[in-house]
C-alpha cells in the first residue's frame, strides 16, 4: 500500500530552487500533486529548472527570480505565489552558498553577506509566510542548515556560525508557533551531490571525486538530492504532524552529533 502524503493541492514556496537540493525537492513535492513555486537569483536556470520539473511530473511550476538578500524580492515571491496559488502551506528555506575559512581570513563583508543570505532571507520568508499558513490553519517550514551549525570544525567559518543561528530559529519558531499548528524543522546537511561540490573536482573526475568524499561517510557514499527531496517530502506531510522544532542529520552518519 502507497504511503499517501497528503501533499495534494498544498503550495509549496521553495528557495535556492533551480539546482540541488532545492530543485530536487521541487520535483519530489510537484510528483506529490503540490503547487510549487521556486525562486533563484539566476533567471534562465531557474526557467530552465520549471520547465525540467514539469516535463518530469506534469504539474506546473512557478518561477519567481529573486535574490534572498533583497526584502522587495522576498516580498514578490510569497505575493506571486498568493496570487498564483492562493496561500502558502510550505516553505522550505534552502537558499545558501558553502562559506569555509579560517577566522583571520574572514572580513566583515564576508561575515554581512553570509548573514543576509543564510540568516535574514529564511527570516524574512518566514516572517511573510507565517501569517498565510495561519489563514490556512497551519503549515510546514524546512530551513536547510548543516551539520557544522551543531558542530563546527576548523576553518569552517562564517558558515558553521549562520547555520547555528538557522537550527536556533527553527527550534525558536516551532516554540512559538506550535500553537497555530504550524510546524518547523531543520535538515543538517553533510554531503550531498551537488553543482557546488562538483565544480571542486579536479580534471572533471566527478566519480574519483566523490569516492574520495565518501571515505568521511560510515555509509561509504555521498548522499543523492533526490534523497534529500524525499526527507523535505516527509516532513512536510501529513505523516510527520507530530514532528516540531527537530534538527535532523542528512549526512550518512558523519557528524559527531547526533
Known sequence: MALDLGLGGKVAII????????RAAAERLAREGAKVTICARR????????AGIKEATGNEVLAVSADA????????????????????????NNAGTSAAAAFEKVDDDTWHED????????????????????????????????????APAPRSLPTSVSRAAGINLTKSLAHEYA????????????????????????DGDLEGHYRELAKRIPLGRVAHASEFGDLVAFLVS??????????????????ATV
Request: hydrophobic share 45%; glycine share 14%.
Open 15 to 22: 528557495s535556492g530552487g533551480s539546482e540541488g537540493l532545492g
Open 179 to 202: 500553537a497555530d499548528k504550524i510546524l518547523v524543522n531543520t535538515i543538517c546537511i553533510g554531503l550531498v551531490r551537488s553543482a557546488q561540490i562538483d565544480r571542486r573536482a579536479k
Open 69 to 92: 538578500t533583497r526584502t522587495a524580492d522576498i516580498e514578490n515571491v510569497v505575493r506571486a505565489t498568493v496570487e498564483r496559488w492562493g496561500g502558502v502551506d510550505i516553505l522550505l
Open 115 to 150: 548573514f543576509e543570505l543564510k540568516v535574514m532571507g529564511a527570516i524574512r520568508f518566514c516572517r511573510l509566510a507565517i501569517p498565510q499558513m495561519k489563514k490556512r490553519g497551519g503549515g510546514r517550514i524546512v530551513n536547510v542548515t548543516t551539520v557544522g551549525g551543531k
Open 238 to 255: 501529513d505523516r510527520a504532524a507530530y514532528i516540531t522544532g527537530t534538527a535532523i542529520n542528512f549526512d550518512g552518519g558523519m557528524a
Open 43 to 50: 533567471k534562465d536556470v531557474l526557467e530552465a529548472a520549471a
